[in-house]
T-cell receptor, first 113, second 113 residues
Framework: AQRVTQPEKLLSVFKGAPVELKCNYS??????LFWYVQYSRQRLQLLLR?????SIKGFTADLNKGETSFHLKKPFAQEEDSAMYYC???????????????WGLGTSLAVNP | NAGVTQTPKFQVLKTGQSMTLQCAQD?????MSWYRQDPGMGLRLIHY???????DQGEVPNGYNVSRSTTEDFPLRLLSAAPSQTSVYFC????????????FGQGTRLTVV
């Protein structure tokens, strides 16, 4: 079954503390994973994707195929990081080349001053 | 630099009314999709299109129709609104391929009374 699990609905940390948002996936093929973020009253936007292996706004995420995880990490949280974070998996739609995004339920991150 | 534009931003409907949510993108993306976002349910795919003239059902298509007469536009029609369709609706577009970024509209908050 194709599935993305974000076990935490809400994560609350203090400014300057490390933060880790968990994401686990279930997929039989080679996974293509993303983190999207939705700030208050803004549209959903891409934060980072695993293939890029980049750091965006201090966030990184490493694909661990053994643990089927793609956790999002930041060493020092900032108040402006408060947002809803979604993990997503790109999966094949049908026998063709078409793909769809399978979404986790999201984790609301609150960074307190 | 418009990206994905959704209209309206807010709408209140009476049960049984019909309406069309508009979505337009100016990035020449082949893929377009509609999602609904409900508390505790994450993002669920309603319908999607892989190009002009081609549409298909997602996870929760019942009660919704779509068409794709042009690359730019992908309207979502509610034929007879029901309270269960109260939700936030997002339109997204992307290029084909697994690792491409999905661009989202700002969302439409629909309430059916």
């Amino acid at each position: 079954a194709q599935r993305v699990t974000q076990p935490e609905k809400l994560l609350s940390v203090f400014k300057g503390a490390p933060v880790e948002l968990k994401c686990n996936y279930s997929y039989s093929g080679s996974p293509e994973l993303f983190w999207y973020v939705q700030y208050s009253r803004q549209r959903l936007q891409l934060l980072l994707r695993h293939i890029s292996r980049e750091s965006i706004k201090g966030f990184t995420a490493d694909l661990n195929k053994g643990e089927t995880s793609f956790h999002l990490k930041k060493p020092f949280a900032q108040e402006e990081d408060s947002a809803m974070y979604y993990c997503a998996l790109s999966a094949t739609l049908n026998a063709g080349n078409n793909r769809k995004l399978i979404w986790g339920l999201g984790t609301s991150l609150a960074v307190n001053p | 630099n418009a990206g994905v534009t959704q209209t309206p931003k807010f709408q209140v409907l009476k049960t049984g009314q019909s309406m069309t949510l508009q979505c337009a993108q100016d990035m020449n993306h082949e893929y377009m999709s509609w999602y609904r976002q409900d508390p505790g349910m994450g993002l669920r795919l309603i319908h999607y299109s892989v190009g002009a003239g081609i549409t298909d059902q997602g996870e929760v298509p019942n009660g919704y129709n779509v068409s794709r007469s042009t690359t730019e536009d992908f309207p979502l029609r509610l034929l007879s609104a029901a309270p269960s369709q109260t939700s936030v609706y997002f339109c997204a577009s992307s290029r084909p391929g697994g690792n491409t970024e999905a661009f989202f509209g700002q969302g439409t908050r629909l309430t059916v009374v």
